[in-house]
C-alpha cells in the first residue's frame, strides 16, 4: 500500500485538502487500489479556514516518514493562522525529512511558501497563488524558488500550483506518479473530470 500524508496547518483551505482525500479515495475503491491517505496536523482536531475541523490520524510528532510515499500540503488563509503553522519548525523539518529521502512533494497554492521555507525549493522551479500579480510569488522568490509563470510546475520530486483551481489536476498528477497514467485518467473518468 502506497501511503500519501495530508499535512495540514491550521487555516487550511478544505477544497484543496478534499481533493487528495477524494482522488486517493476513489483510487483505494475504485482504482488499482494501492493507494490510502492518513492526515496529519499539530492537534488532533485541526481547524481549517472558515471554521472547518478535521479530526487527523496523526500528530505532526507521531510521523515516521519511511512509512509514506507521498507528502500533500494544502494551501490555506493567513486571516485563519496558516502560517503559525506551516512556518513551524517541525512543519519544515517533515517538508526536508521527506526531500531527503526523494519522496513526492506535492502542494496546492500557498501550501508552496512552506515547502520554499524549508530551504527544498532554493534553485528549483516552482509556483504559488498568483491571483492579481499576488505577493505570495515574490515571497516565493524570496524563499529562493525560480518562480514559473504555469499553473502547475514539477521540478524533479515536488509538485506545486497557483490556485485552487488546480487541485484536481494536482490530485490526479499525484496519483499518475504513485501508480499509472492509465489509472490516474481512470479515476478522472470515474470522478467526472
Known amino acids: 500500500m502506497k501511503k500519501v500524508l495530508l499535512l495540514l496547518a491550521k487555516g487550511f483551505e478544505s477544497f484543496e485538502a478534499s481533493v487528495f482525500i477524494d482522488v486517493i479515495g476513489w483510487n483505494l475503491v475504485d482504482g488499482d487500489k494501492t493507494t490510502k491517505l492518513y492526515t496529519c496536523g499539530f492537534t488532533k482536531e485541526v481547524t481549517g479556514a472558515f471554521g472547518v475541523k478535521l479530526n487527523v490520524d496523526y500528530l505532526i510528532n507521531e510521523i515516521d516518514i519511511n512509512e509514506f510515499e507521498a507528502l500533500a500540503i494544502p494551501g490555506g488563509f493567513e486571516e485563519y493562522g496558516f502560517y503559525e503553522e506551516a512556518y513551524h519548525p517541525e512543519f519544515l523539518e517533515l517538508i526536508r525529512q521527506f526531500n531527503q529521502k526523494d519522496k513526492i512533494i506535492t502542494s496546492i497554492c500557498v501550501g508552496a511558501l512552506p515547502i520554499a521555507k ?15 500579480k499576488s505577493v505570495r510569488q515574490k515571497q516565493l522568490e524570496e524563499l529562493g524558488a525560480i518562480v514559473q509563470n504555469s499553473p502547475i510546475v514539477i521540478d524533479k520530486n515536488i509538485i506545486t500550483s497557483w490556485s485552487p483551481a488546480t487541485a484536481i489536476g ?8 504513485l ?13 467526472g473530470f
Open 170 to 177: 494536482v490530485a490526479l498528477l499525484l496519483l499518475k506518479m
Open 179 to 191: 501508480t499509472t497514467e492509465e489509472n490516474s485518467n481512470h479515476i478522472k473518468g470515474l470522478m
Open 118 to 132: 524549508s530551504g527544498v525549493l532554493n534553485e528549483r522551479k516552482a509556483t504559488t497563488y498568483n491571483h492579481k
